[in-house]
């Protein structure tokens, strides 16, 4: 049996952790693929075949990247280490690229995807508390 691709690990994984499926939302893009926070649904990871020149690397070869939510502070210094770019196609303070060509590994991705996930989780709104000195209003 063929050894999985970093892109179909990383698709495995979403799906064991978060019972998500990924979702071709665009012909002109058929390996396109978004996964969504199934409360919120909104997106928390995209995975895309990129042009490695679009990304700014040398080359035309076609490279998987993943996109996932992270703040500002963790992009920052996710950007100073190989494998990691500004995201593409999404908000850059907001978002970054994976490269998934085996330079990071999955145990470094996976908990980005985590992350990712958490944050587009439904809010929980905190419960107001009336309470007096000597107990409850």
Known sequence: MAEL?????????AQDTFGTEAEYLWGDIPDGAVFRHPASRKWYALIMGVSRSRLGLPGEKIT???TV?????????????????PAYHMNK???????????????????????????V?????????LTTEGGSV
Not at 69 to 85: D, H, M, Q, V, Y
Not at 97 to 116: G, M, N, Q, Y
């Open 93 to 119: 303070t907001n978002w970054i690229s994976v490269l998934l060509d085996e330079t990071v590994p999955d145990e470094k991705i996976f908990p980005l995807l985590d992350l990712s996930y958490d944050s």
């Open 5 to 13: 691709s970093q892109r179909e690990r990383i698709t495995q994984y």
């Open 69 to 85: 939510k992270c703040g500002p502070i963790l992009s920052g210094s996710l950007l100073t280490e190989p494998g990691f770019l």
């Open 121 to 129: 989780a439904p809010k929980r709104r905190k419960k107001s508390s």
């Open 64 to 66: 998987d990247v993943l």
